[in-house]
C-alpha cells in the first residue's frame, strides 16, 4: 500500500520529499514531546520537597531549555524553508521553454480543454475542444492557460502534485511536465456549487507520436 | 458590602444583568447550536461512508443537502461554538469573579450582547428553511458562488427573491454574532482593566483572564476587514453592486484576503482562551506555580502580533502572487515558535509538580498532547509551501484542523466544565461517567480524525459528496478508511450525551459540594461561596500575592489563597 497515488510528474518527488522530510524531523520532536509530558505523570515526581516544587515554578532554570527547544525547532523550520525554497521557485515562479500550450477552463460542472489548431497557436479561430478529457504528450513541457467560466474552481491532478485555483476572468499560466504514460484524474478541488463532487476530468498521456496522431483526429472533426 | 437581591425564574433565565446568569444563558443558547453542528456531521459523515444508505433520521443525502450539510456544519462550529463558547460563555462566568468583583462594567450592555447572539442564533436557524435551501457554498463563503444561488438553477427576479435566501440570512447572523461579541469584548476590557480587586495588579491577575483580555482586542482588531467584505458580498447579493464580481470591475480574490484576514487571527481567538483554561488546571493540580508566567504572556502578545500577517497561507494556490508565498509561508513557520515557547512552559509546570490526575487535569493534558503532536505539527506541512500544493484543499487540511480545534475548543471546554462545574452549580458532576465521557471521546476522536490524514495524503480532495466516481480514491483501503472515520465520527458523537446527562442530573441531583475550594485553588472564584451569590462575594476581597503561589515553603499546606495575608 503507498500513502501517495503514483507520481508521474517531474516535480511530484520533490513535493513527496518534503512531506518525508518533515516527517522524520517530527517523528523526532514527537518522541521528545511524548516523553517529556509521560515522565511527570509516570513518577509523579514524589521525591521532590515543598522548596524544590516552589523554586523550580518560579525559577528560571528550565528557561534555558525551554529556549534550547524553541531554537531547535526554529533551526527545523527554518531548514525546511531553506529546503522547499528552491521547488516553490521552480514549481510556482518560473516557466521552463514551452513545448505546448493548452487551455483548462473549468465550468459548472465540467472541464472544457482546448489545444492549438493547425496554425500551432492557441487564441486563433481554429483551435479545437475537448470536454471532459485532456491529451497531453509525455515529457514535454506543458503550458497551461488556467481559467474559470463561472465560479472559483480548482484544478487539481493528484498523481502530478499539481494544484491551482482558477478565477474568472483571470488567467493564471502554471507548467506541468508529465513522465509516464496513462490515464490520470483531473479533479476540482474547491467548491463550486451541487455539481462539484461530479467535476471530473481524465488526463491521457501519450507518446509524442499518438499525441500528434489524436492531435489529427482532433483537427477531422 | 454585597447589596445584590435574589432574583426569580423569569428574572434570571431572562432579564437577568448578572454575568454567571449571562454566562449561562450563552451556554444553554450554544449547547442548542452544537447539537444542530453535530447532527449535520453525523449526517454527511454517515453519507461519506456509506453513500447508497438512506441515513437514519434524516433520509437519502443529495448533493445539494451534503454542501448544505457541510457548510452549515463548519460556520456553527467555528462562528457559534468556538467563538461563542470560549469567548462568551468562559469570558462571561469567569472573569468578574476572578478579578474579585460584583458584575461586568456594563451589565446591561452585556445583557444586550446576549440578545444580539440570541438573534444571530434565531436568523442563522431560519437560513435552513428558506425556499431555495440552506447556505450550500462552503463556510469560506468564497464569491461568486455564495452570492447567486450555488448552482441550483434557480433565477431572481426580485429584491424578495434576493433578501429571503440563505446567504443573505446567514450573513445578517455573522454580522449579529459579531456585534454581539464586540460588546461582550469592550465589556470583558473594560471591567479587567477598571475593576480588579484591590492589590491586584495587571500581573497578579490569573492567565486566563489575560487570554480571553488578548483574544478579544485581538478580534476587535481583525475583525474590522471582515465586516467590511461581509457588507459588500450583502450588496452584491441584494443591491446588484459588483464588488467580487470581475465582469464589472470586481475581484473575487478580494474576498479571500478580508475572509482571511479575519479568519487567521480568528484561530488564535478561538485558541488562546482554551491555553489560559489549561493554565489554571495544570497549575492548580501540579501543585506549582505556572512556569514563565511573563514568559508565557509575553510569547502570547508575540503570536498574537504575528497571527495577523499570516493570512494568506490560507491562499498558497489560490493566484495570488507565488513571491508573496514565501514571505507568508516563512511567518507562518515563525508563528509555531512561540507556541512551542508556550506548551513547553506548560510542560515544564508539570515537571517536579505533586501531580493530581483529576478529570480536568485529563482533559487538559490530552488538549495538550493532541494539539502539539498532531494538530500543531501537521501545520509544519501545510505552512510549507510546497507540499501545500498537494494538501490543499484536501482532507489532509481538514485533519489538521479538527485536530487544531478540537483539542483546544472541546477538550478546553469540557476541562473548564468539569474544573468549574462545583463553583456554578455548587453540586458535583459524576465522576465515573466523566471518566467514560473523557476515554470515548479520546480514542474515537482519533480514530475519526487520523483517518482522514492517510485519506487526504491519498489525494481525496474535500467536499465532495460521493467519491465513488473517483476511481483512485476507492482502491483498499480508502473505503475502509472512511467507514473507520466514520463510525468514530458516530461513537464520538454519541459520548457527548454521556455529558449531555451528567450535566442536567447533576444540576439538579448532584451530590452537594462539600468544599467551597475543592480543588485547593488560589485564585478568587474559590474563597467565595459555590454557587455564588448575585454580587459574587460577600466581603469584596483584597489581594495579596500572585495566583500561582502552590507549595509555597512558609506554609504549612500546600496553596495560598490570593486574599489570605
Not at chain 1, 81 to 99: A, V
Not at chain 2, 402 to 425: D, N, R
Request: with cysteine.
Amino acid at each position: 500500500m503507498r500513502i501517495f497515488p503514483e507520481n508521474a510528474s517531474s516535480y511530484g518527488a520533490d513535493v513527496d520529499f518534503i512531506f518525508w522530510l518533515i516527517t522524520g524531523v517530527i517523528t523526532v520532536a514527537s518522541i521528545i514531546v511524548i516523553f517529556l509530558i509521560l515522565y511527570p505523570i509516570l513518577t509523579k515526581n514524589k521525591s521532590r520537597t515543598k522548596e524544590q516544587r516552589y523554586q523550580q515554578g518560579k525559577g528560571f532554570q528550565k528557561l534555558k531549555l525551554i529556549y534550547l527547544g524553541i531554537a531547535i525547532l526554529a533551526i527545523a523550520d527554518f531548514y525546511f524553508l531553506f529546503e522547499e525554497g528552491p521547488i516553490w521557485r521552480n514549481i510556482e515562479e518560473t516557466l521552463p521553454e514551452k513545448e505546448v500550450h493548452v487551455i483548462v477552463m473549468g465550468r459548472q460542472w465540467l472541464w472544457e480543454f482546448t489545444y492549438p489548431g493547425p496554425d500551432g497557436k492557441l487564441y486563433t479561430a481554429d483551435d479545437v475542444k475537448t470536454i471532459n478529457k485532456l491529451y497531453l504528450p509525455v515529457n514535454k513541457n506543458i503550458h497551461m492557460d488556467l481559467q474559470a467560466y463561472d465560479v472559483i474552481h480548482s484544478v487539481f491532478i493528484p498523481h502530478a502534485r499539481f494544484k491551482q485555483d482558477v478565477l474568472p476572468g483571470r488567467n493564471i499560466t502554471k507548467w506541468v511536465k508529465m513522465t509516464k504514460t496513462g490515464t490520470y484524474p483531473l479533479t476540482c478541488a474547491e467548491i463550486c456549487g451541487i455539481g462539484h463532487a461530479n467535476m471530473k476530468a481524465e488526463i491521457v498521456v501519450l507518446l509524442n507520436e499518438d499525441y500528434k496522431k489524436q492531435m489529427a483526429k482532433l483537427y477531422k472533426k | 458590602m454585597n447589596t445584590h437581591k435574589k432574583h426569580g425564574f423569569w428574572h434570571r433565565y431572562f432579564f437577568s444583568l448578572d454575568h454567571k446568569d449571562i454566562g449561562f444563558q450563552y451556554m444553554l443558547t450554544i449547547f442548542v447550536m452544537v447539537s444542530i453542528g453535530g447532527f449535520f456531521a453525523y449526517v454527511f459523515r454517515m453519507h461519506l461512508a456509506y453513500p447508497e444508505m438512506e441515513v437514519p433520521l434524516f433520509g437519502l443525502v443529495t448533493n445539494k443537502d451534503y454542501n448544505m450539510l457541510i457548510t452549515n456544519h463548519g460556520l456553527i462550529m467555528m462562528m457559534w461554538l468556538a467563538l461563542g463558547m470560549l469567548l462568551a460563555v468562559a469570558g462571561n462566568y469567569l472573569i468578574p469573579i476572578m478579578i474579585g468583583t460584583d458584575d461586568m462594567a456594563f451589565p446591561k450592555l452585556n445583557k444586550l450582547s446576549y440578545w444580539f447572539f440570541l438573534i444571530s442564533v434565531i436568523l442563522m436557524i431560519s437560513s435552513f428553511f428558506m425556499k431555495r435551501g440552506g447556505f450550500g457554498g462552503g463556510w469560506t463563503m468564497y464569491p461568486p458562488l455564495s452570492v447567486g444561488d450555488f448552482g441550483y438553477n434557480t433565477a431572481y427576479t426580485s429584491f424578495k427573491d434576493r433578501f429571503f435566501t440563505a446567504n443573505t440570512f446567514v450573513l445578517l447572523a455573522i454580522t449579529f454574532e459579531f456585534i454581539a461579541l464586540l460588546m461582550g469584548g469592550i465589556n470583558f476590557f473594560v471591567t479587567t482593566l477598571n475593576k480588579r480587586a484591590k492589590g491586584m495588579t495587571l500581573t497578579k491577575m490569573p492567565m486566563i483572564v489575560w487570554m480571553i483580555n488578548i483574544a478579544s482586542v485581538l478580534f476587535m482588531f481583525s475583525v474590522g476587514p471582515l465586516i467590511a467584505g461581509a457588507f459588500m458580498l450583502l450588496l452584491d447579493i441584494n443591491a446588484g453592486t459588483g464588488f467580487y464580481d470581475v465582469y464589472r470591475g470586481g475581484d473575487p480574490l478580494l474576498w479571500e484576503h478580508l475572509f482571511w484576514f479575519f479568519g487567521h487571527p480568528e484561530v488564535y481567538v478561538i485558541l488562546l482562551p482554551p491555553l489560559g483554561i489549561i493554565a489554571e488546571i495544570i497549575s492548580t493540580n501540579s501543585r506549582k506555580p505556572l512556569y514563565g508566567y511573563k514568559f508565557i504572556l509575553n510569547l502570547t502578545l508575540i503570536a498574537a502580533i504575528l497571527s495577523m500577517m499570516v493570512w494568506a497561507h490560507h491562499q498558497f494556490v489560490s493566484g495570488i502572487d507565488p513571491r508573496a508565498a514565501t514571505i507568508f509561508s516563512i511567518f507562518t513557520i515563525i508563528i509555531s515558535l512561540p507556541f512551542a515557547g508556550i506548551i513547553l512552559a506548560y510542560i515544564a509546570t508539570l515537571w517536579n509538580g505533586d501531580l493530581k490526575i483529576n478529570l480536568p487535569m485529563k482533559w487538559a493534558i490530552g488538549a495538550i498532547t493532541l494539539f502539539t503532536l498532531i494538530g500543531g505539527f501537521t501545520g509544519l506541512y501545510l505552512g510549507a509551501s510546497v507540499f501545500d500544493i498537494y494538501a490543499h484543499d484536501t482532507s489532509f487540511v481538514v485533519a489538521h484542523f479538527h485536530y487544531t480545534l478540537f483539542p483546544t475548543v472541546i477538550f478546553g471546554s469540557f476541562a473548564a466544565f468539569y474544573y468549574w462545574f462545583g463553583k456554578f452549580s455548587g453540586r458535583e458532576l459524576n465522576k465515573f461517567w466523566g471518566n467514560v465521557h473523557f476515554w470515548l471521546t479520546f480514542i474515537f476522536f482519533n480514530g475519526f480524525a487520523f483517518p482522514l490524514f492517510l485519506l487526504g495524503l491519498a489525494g481525496q480532495h474535500r467536499r465532495i459528496a460521493d467519491y465513488r466516481q473517483f476511481e483512485f480514491l476507492m482502491q483498499d483501503p480508502l473505503p475502509l478508511y472512511r467507514q473507520i472515520a466514520t463510525i468514530s465520527a458516530v461513537i464520538l458523537i454519541l459520548s457527548q450525551f454521556i455529558f449531555i446527562f451528567n450535566f442536567f442530573w447533576s444540576l439538579k441531583r448532584g451530590k452537594k459540594v462539600t468544599s467551597d475550594n475543592p480543588w485547593e485553588s488560589n485564585t478568587l472564584e474559590w474563597q467565595t461561596a459555590s454557587p455564588p451569590p448575585h454580587g459574587n462575594f460577600a466581603v469584596y476581597p483584597e489581594v495579596h500575592h500572585g495566583p500561582y503561589e502552590y507549595n509555597h515553603p512558609d506554609r504549612e499546606d500546600d496553596f495560598l489563597p490570593q486574599n489570605k495575608k
